[in-house]
């Protein structure tokens, strides 16, 4: 009776404990829904980029069959695709927006809350899995990120589920358990290829000290026993072998015209055909440790082959990434620098946990080395450590030492490593006696992490934020907040709406394409900030402004060089007053030439908006004001820029006819000569004229007139006659379809 009692208190205990933890899951849900509502979330270049991939995804799915299915699993782009992947189905729920789009991310919330808390209750009891689950969900970088788009929350999520159903397969003794960490670390592969880094230490651990690694020997060369039919057509190498191969011909036999596009080819069929039909095999042996390992590792293999295998130059960008230090570029760090070792270690304290975390982790640590001091002594310290402690040390120290000797640098990067810690943490505080006063600190923390969690999440409370920053003996300025690139405040610094102009401009050029009945036009952007750049834009105009083009001059790679000719061929430009940074060397190039002030870019562009950011910045929006129609040779106006170059003299003028023309030699003359397109006005009078053509004369010593003979070939011939018999004729070159003339002032 009393064992019956008990059993049911401790299923109300667990059923109490996990109504807790989805209870947390609902405070998170409200909380990130009311901050992605409320704040500007599209900021950066990878986050617009990664929702632009939800989009993509969504449009592949239009219609799911084998085809689409197939499309979407081997889309060739430097991410595997399951992250993505998810925001499909709430786009068909909900509807597609930014804010749905990042709300997906509770699915990984809710995976990484329960997965925390489950290991948390099989190591160490119901309290511990509570605390550790609490403690992970508001660790900063982790709540701050969980409402973003990138990749490594759901990472963080897939490598706790991972290590949870590690545990509970209790040494790849439970079949169930250890086939879903199959499926887990294949799920796990399709969502970030550095899961491996963070889960492979404590699955190899686990395999090697339960034996299961000792056991795959005797799995594969255990004699079979007698058995009935079925059973021996089941565990038959022959229908492995068959069976295998009816599932890749299923999957690549309808895509067989796709295959040709990857590196693998059409060796992709019998690759995938042996990966089948040995995790078959692995399926097909008798329960044991070794044959559950061999087929966790299996499935693992497979589901993550589904991606993996087709994009196998995906590699060579892991590598690029991994080991050339693209996100160090400017840091002055490498491996003879001794900063170098601690760098993944110095966003511990400020940005990943808080000061007020850190400090808790640094205590629960030493209260566990103390309480395991005073029961083994010094000497045994190290000794018959349990293998929870194993797994949880390996999940951390592996993954830090694999980054630590990489040549990245983000503090985003690493963060599926925290989890451990919030379970050392939890565990630690619990060997504080008494009861009481270990209640109380619980409290404490639970009191100060919610505090920080609200200071960070809402705008109201920036008196709190300031106030968190201190003075201290020693160190100076210290933020007892947490504070990084990663944990943004609420409509704060790059936060602030006044930032956020891209919606602005695409609005307005929009309207004015329709005003001028134009089918499209082109946007040449010139800005590269984190809240105005390529990325943003593209994602903004997905579907959205089918009428607009976008040019990219701020970053290189996108066009070719010279970028400043190119910025001609532009309906619209954007840039800002302070252009330079972010911007590469092309890009720079460009704006120095604009800011000497051509006369030719000048005339051709006018503002026509400007916006004032919230660092006193200003960006402008110059709209094209001139179009040659008709076909031109380049190279004609090239040649004239450069004559003009060598003739040109202080007090010279330039008079263009037509016009219009104004907007292709300026691709090439970049002096400051004034310019005058007078012919430019159709409705201009002869008298009208006349009358400009004689204070332009009078204003200059000397005139060069540049005549395009495809245009207006009757306005072209009443200006050369007027300066004909009002000026000094010089000299007349011509370069294909473009004259220019040169006449001198009667007077002198």
């Not at 505090?451 to 933020?479: D, I, K, M």
């Not at 005003?515 to 900030?529: A, F, K, P, T």
């Not at 330039?654 to 310019?675: C, F, H, K, S």
Request: hydrophobic fraction near 50%; glycine fraction near 8%.
């Amino acid at each position: 009776m009393g064992e019956t009692a008990e059993r049911s208190d401790t299923r109300r205990a667990r059923w109490a404990s996990l109504a807790t933890v989805l209870a947390l899951l609902a405070f998170h849900a409200a909380n990130n829904w009311a901050f992605v509502v409320a704040q500007v979330t599209i900021l950066g270049w990878d986050r617009p980029a990664h929702l632009v991939r939800t989009l993509i995804y969504n449009d592949m799915l239009a219609e799911v069959n084998l085809r689409s299915l197939f499309e979407v699993l081997t889309w060739s782009w430097n991410r595997p695709p399951l992250y993505h992947l998810v925001a499909v189905p709430f786009y068909r729920l909900f509807g597609v927006s930014t804010d749905v789009a990042l709300m997906r991310n509770v699915v990984f919330v809710a995976i990484l809350l329960l997965s925390v808390y489950g290991i948390g209750r099989r190591f160490y009891g119901e309290g511990v899995g509570l605390l550790s689950a609490f403690l992970v969900s508001t660790y900063p970088i982790l709540f701050s990120i969980s409402r973003m788009p990138y990749v490594d929350y759901s990472l963080t999520a897939m490598v706790a589920l991972a290590v949870y159903l590690l545990v509970a397969s209790d040494g790849f003794r439970h079949r169930g358990y250890s086939l879903g960490l199959g499926l887990a670390m294949g799920l796990g592969i399709l969502t970030k290829w550095p899961f491996v880094a963070f889960a492979g230490g404590p699955i190899a651990y686990v395999a090697v000290r339960s034996g299961a690694l000792r056991d795959v020997r005797a799995t594969l060369t255990t004699r079979m026993e007698v058995l009935p039919v079925w059973r021996r057509f089941w565990r038959s190498p022959l229908f492995h072998a068959v069976a295998g191969l009816g599932v890749a011909l299923l999957w690549y036999w309808p895509n067989l015209d796709r295959l040709e596009g990857f590196a693998l080819g059409y060796w992709l069929i019998p690759i995938s055909w042996l990966l089948a039909s040995l995790t078959l095999f692995a399926l097909s042996r008798p329960p044991g440790q070794g044959a559950h390992l061999l087929s966790a590792m299996l499935i693992g293999a497979t589901v993550g082959s589904v991606w993996s295998l087709p994009n196998l130059r995906f590699s060579e960008r892991f590598v690029t990434v991994v080991y050339s230090g693209l996100n160090m570029e400017g840091t002055g760090l490498g491996p003879l620098s001794p900063s170098f070792y601690v760098r993944y270690l110095r966003y511990l304290p400020y940005e990943q946990l808080s000061p007020l975390y850190f400090a808790v982790l640094v205590l629960a640590v030493a209260l566990l080395l103390y309480s395991r001091w005073r029961k083994t002594g010094i000497r045994s310290l190290l000794r018959g450590v349990s293998q929870s402690t194993w797994i949880l040390v390996l999940w951390f120290a592996v993954s830090m030492l694999v980054f630590t000797l990489s040549l990245t640098m983000n503090s985003r990067f690493d963060v599926a490593l925290l989890p451990p810690l919030a379970l050392l943490s939890a565990r630690g505080l619990q060997e504080i006696k008494p009861v009481l006063a270990r209640r109380v600190l619980i409290a404490v923390v639970v009191f100060l992490g919610l505090v920080q969690f609200f200071v960070l999440s809402y705008g109201g409370l920036g008196w709190l934020r300031e106030g968190a920053v201190v003075e201290l003996p020693a160190l100076g300025e210290v933020n007892l907040l947490a504070e990084g690139s990663y944990v943004e405040l609420p409509s704060s610094g790059r936060t602030d709406s006044g930032y956020f102009v891209a919606p602005l401009v695409l609005d307005l050029v929009e309207e004015q394409r329709v005003r001028d009945g134009r089918d499209v036009v082109q946007l040449g952007n010139l800005v590269n900030r984190s809240y105005s750049n390529n990325a943003i834009f593209q994602y903004l105009m997905y579907d959205a402004y089918p009428g607009i083009t976008l040019r990219e001059f701020a970053r290189d790679g996108w066009e070719e060089p010279p970028f400043y000719e190119r910025l001609f061929e532009c309906d619209f430009l954007l840039m800002k007053s302070d252009p330079l940074p972010g911007m590469r060397e092309h890009g720079q190039e460009a704006m120095e030439i604009i800011e000497s002030g051509p006369s030719l870019f000048q005339e051709s562009f006018e503002v026509v908006w400007e916006h004032t950011l919230p660092d006193g910045d200003t960006v402008y929006l110059y709209e094209k004001r001139y179009h040659l129609e008709g076909e031109y040779a380049e190279t004609d106006f090239r040649a004239a820029s450069a004559e003009i170059e060598s003739l040109v003299q202080d007090g010279d003028g330039m008079i263009l006819v037509p016009g219009a023309q104004v907007e292709v030699l300026g691709r090439y003359y970049t002096g400051d000569l004034p310019a005058y397109p007078v012919a430019a006005d159709a409705s201009l009078s002869e008298e009208a004229l006349e009358q400009a053509l004689a204070a332009i004369v009078a204003a200059h010593e000397r005139v060069f007139l540049v005549v395009w003979t495809g245009g207006d070939t009757e306005a072209a011939a009443f200006v050369a006659g007027w300066l004909a018999d009002h000026s000094l004729g010089i000299g007349e070159s011509e370069h294909g379809e473009v004259h220019v003339l040169l006449y001198g002032s009667t007077t002198g």
